[in-house]
């Protein structure tokens, strides 16, 4: 029986499998594209033939370059990628690639495809075509940060003051990534003299503010009321405080929160009511509350793709 | 002896005996806050883990009884059986139960292949990325990981080596600030830095005093470099003392369910140790476990670690899961290399070192779990897909944080050294 098991799991691919540019998504391009997008050659009668659009596709730096027009590949951002952009296009349009008549149109499941590997922020992995570098990965960050860009969009600097005073008050306080305008808040040292009156520090940067880490302090629900001006937040912890339902009531307008961590803390049923109406939650962490599983349950069954655990 | 050895000697020993005066603490001198803090810090990638849990399994982890049964032949398992996991279609070995519900949070790395067969070459290159030479000592990667990252909490080491050999948690060229602080018995916490309790507090900041000021007067005669970065031991020692944060030391002041969850053995402990210590800040915990040199007798003595392994091991995902801090907090399970297919049975059915493939594995800080990277043929001797070097598994780890692997950072020798050599992270365990 165990036998036969490990006789079936020689056919599971390996998780590098799961949307790797060299296996899904350069043979697509390959195909479709590289004949017209490739490195100048000289064809038999003698001409060099340029790449078309002075786009190249024949490495990663050229797609992520891109050609004449500008953008070739914009990680984390198909929209603005013209390869998306104009695989995209209604196929009579005159940008539609491959151009009418020189080549089959990508179907839609490959389109998806092409798609999905540019949210993920268009890892090449070990491809790296005709690029002689030494390095075979993307540098780390580089494609993934701009992922969290769309939501810095129209933000100013952190304020400097505001950040050194936080500082001073012993939370860890820094940016997101190199030049972001986003920044990340953690106490996590000597909690226990953080508590309300201190969250009013955090005023000055609560649009900046996309990470939060206040377990352990001593806010209370009068403190959350702070959090809840915080429209770029993603990520909150307020594990092991005093925080109950209608601290967390006020958090109903982060519509960008994607995760919650409270656990040990006096929340109930009541909260989930209100957690259900934010869609991009992914993640809930309730262990050690009041909430009951069949309300967990349902909170799950609200935001598709989360996972909402109490144990 | 040199005379550097001897400096060496007479300086720690002094440290030493003034602590001891003072504190009763044991040589600790890594408590520096002269280090750099996390606000310095740039992640290089979004949502970047936030601390790492390294557990070192010491001696030489056999493979093919623990991580690596899927799709072997059953001559090189020889007793071991490989059970199903929460994870659809992956199975781990039977001595390892309880890991396997908690699957869906674990990569494993059963592509792993090192150059080093001997215990301490393979450690060093394990835990430093750089092949052990006698002309300088790398630092450590949780050494690395400080320097980089810089600490979250400045009342806490930002490095705490658990049951380690102090040699394996050195901080080399980057001196002793950078080294783990030693905790021997993870039940115990820091018992030598509370307070003699002979000792009345008014008594107590005397001797601190006077110990002040002989270390001044040493300062003023002796000017070693090495010894201006041991200045700040009684302020970080007092510190510690008086700080709440000490309390991440005592797994005493856990609940009894969830002390036992992680089984009594003292890496039980240290593995809920190391997750209070994250809980509190530290950025990097190495735990280790001996006894994996299984030359003889290997099917009894496997189980037996693995049963430690694995009741810590599922413990601590478990309990970091629903904390909701398994995705900030990146665990590893390394070795410093695999054991032999074959089954020596003039050794009691033993195995060897077996450098050429090994299995470790990697759980949340941002991985996804339930999956496997590399694989090995089916005797478990050959790396067929995704061969990863030790070098690969610590930059995976640093990509993991956010580090940039390629910032250099020059040994005094001015020699240019980076967190994991020329290691290339396996950036596919993340999406």
Known sequence: MIRLGIFLLLFVPPVCAELSFRRQILPLLGKACADCHKAPTKGTDGKVQNPKGGFRMDAPSHMLKGGSDGSGVEPGDPDKSGIYQRIMLPTGHEDFMPPKGKGTPLSFPQTELIKQWILEGANFGDWIGSDIAVAVVPKPGAAGLRKVDPLAAGLTEPAPDAMKKLGSLGAVVYRAGKDSKLIIVAFVQSTSLIGDKEMEHLRPLAANITELDLSDTKITDVGMSVVGTMPRLTKLNISGTAVTDAGVAGLKGLVNLDCLAAHSTGVSDAAVETLKSMKKLRSVFLWKTRVTSSSAAELQKALPGSSVSIE | ????????????????????????????????????????????????????????????????????????????????????????????????????????????????????????????????????????????????????????????????????????????????????????????????????????????????????????????????????????????????????????????????????????????????????????????????????????????????????????????????????MLQDTLVAVGTEFGRTPEIITEHQDGRDHYPKAFSCLIAGGGITGGRFYGKKDDKGGNVVEGMTTPMDFNATISYALGLDTDQVIMSPSGRPFTVADKGKPVVELFS
């Open chain 2, 1 to 324: 002896m040199n005379f550097n050895d001897t400096d060496e000697f007479t300086r720690r020993q002094l440290l030493c005996n003034i602590a001891k005066a003072a504190l009763g603490v044991s040589v600790a001198p890594m408590f520096s806050s002269s280090l750099a803090t996390a606000a310095d810090f740039l992640p290089n990638r979004p949502k970047a883990a936030k601390s790492v849990i390294f557990l070192m399994m010491s001696g030489g982890m056999s493979h093919l009884d623990t991580l690596d049964v899927m799709g072997k032949k059953e001559s090189v398992l020889g007793e071991t059986k490989a059970i199903e996991t929460s994870a659809k279609g992956i199975m781990l070995s039977e001595n390892l139960p309880k890991t396997a519900k908690q699957m869906q949070h674990i990569c494993l790395m059963n592509g792993m292949s090192t150059t080093q067969g001997a215990h301490e070459q393979g450690q060093y290159l394990m835990q430093r990325s750089y092949t052990m030479r006698g002309t300088i000592v790398h630092p450590a990667l949780g050494s690395w990981v400080v320097r980089l990252a810089g600490k979250r909490n400045n009342n806490l080491p930002g490095f705490v080596a658990v049951s380690t050999d102090a040699n394996s948690a050195a901080g080399g060229f980057m001196g002793a600030k950078y080294s783990g602080v030693p905790i021997g018995e993870p039940g115990q916490g820091l018992q030598d830095s509370m307070r003699p309790s002979s000792i009345n507090e008014g008594d107590f900041e005397k001797r601190l005093k006077l110990a002040d000021a002989m270390n001044k007067q040493f300062h003023t005669q002796i000017t070693n470099p090495g010894i201006r970065e041991h200045s700040s031991l009684y302020d970080d020692a007092l510190r510690l003392m008086r700080c709440e944060d000490l309390k991440a030391f005592d797994v005493k002041k856990e609940p009894t369910e969830i002390s036992e969850m992680y089984g009594t053995s003292r890496f039980g402990q240290g593995c809920l140790l190391a997750r209070r210590l994250v809980e509190h800040g530290v950025r990097f915990v190495q735990v280790t476990l001996g006894g994996w040199d299984t030359h003889y007798d290997n099917f009894t003595a496997v189980p037996a670690r693995a049963k430690n392994l694995d009741d810590g091991l599922s413990a601590l995902l478990k309990d970091l899961h629903r904390r909701g």
